[in-house]
């Protein structure tokens, strides 16, 4: 780690999922350091998108 960062920093190479026609990235980045990323047209938060979300991840551990 660089001298004075207490940051820490995390590098991973992934590929991209296949896709059918250009849109947008979609960088998803899910607890035990894994990570996807897709292209889409939908809409992060649509129903349509490759990758549902179901909320934060505070009301989803808690049953909320």
């Known amino acids: 780690m660089p001298e004075g960062h207490t940051d820490i920093f995390k590098e991973k190479i992934v590929e991209v999922e296949k896709y059918d026609e250009a849109g947008d990235i979609y960088m998803h980045f899910f607890p035990n350091d894994e990570v996807r990323v897709v292209v889409s047209n939908a809409r992060g938060a649509s129903s ?17």
Request: glycine letters at 12%.
């Open 48 to 64: 349509a998108h490759p990758i549902i979300h179901y909320g934060k991840p505070e009301t989803i551990s808690s049953g909320k």
